[in-house]
C-alpha cells in the first residue's frame, strides 16, 4: 500500500525554524520527482518546493525563495524539507507528494502528483 507519511510540523515563533520530513512506502521512490505543498487556512493549496530524482535540481516557489532547502535520501525513502525565518502566512498544512515513476520534471504542478500523505500542520506565531 502507497504510503506518504509527514512528520515535524509544530507551533513555532516567527523567525524560527523546522525541519518537515516524509516517509515514502511506495515502490520506485528514486525514480519519482517528490515535492511538498501546502494549505493555509482559507488558502487554496500551493506549491512549496520540489527535488528531481537525483536530488540534483531542485524549484522553489517564489513565496519560500531563500528560505527554504530539500534534500532526499533514494536509500532511506525519505525527504525533508527545511523551513528558515517562518513567518505567520507560513501557517499551513504541508503535504508531502510524489510524482508517477520516471517524470523528469521538477514542475509547481499538483496535478502531476500521484501520491500524497496526509500533512503536518505548521503554525507560525507573532
Known amino acids: 500500500q502507497v504510503q506518504l507519511v509527514e512528520s515535524g510540523g509544530g507551533l513555532v515563533q516567527a523567525g524560527g525554524s523546522l525541519r518537515l520530513s516524509c516517509s515514502a512506502s511506495l515502490r520506485l521512490f528514486e525514480r519519482r520527482t517528490m515535492a511538498w505543498f501546502r494549505q493555509g487556512p482559507g488558502k487554496e493549496r500551493e506549491f512549496v518546493m520540489s527535488?528531481?530524482?537525483?536530488?540534483?535540481?531542485?524549484f522553489d516557489a517564489d513565496a519560500v525563495k531563500g528560505r527554504t532547502k530539500i534534500a532526499r535520501d533514494n536509500a532511506k525513502n525519505t525527504v525533508t524539507l527545511e523551513l528558515r525565518s517562518l513567518k505567520p502566512d507560513d501557517t499551513a498544512v504541508y503535504y508531502c507528494a510524489a510524482s508517477r515513476p520516471d517524470y523528469t520534471g521538477i514542475t509547481y504542478r499538483a496535478a502531476i502528483y500521484e501520491h500524497w500523505g496526509q500533512g503536518t500542520q505548521v503554525t507560525v506565531s507573532s
Open positions: 527535488i528531481s530524482k537525483s536530488g540534483r535540481s531542485t
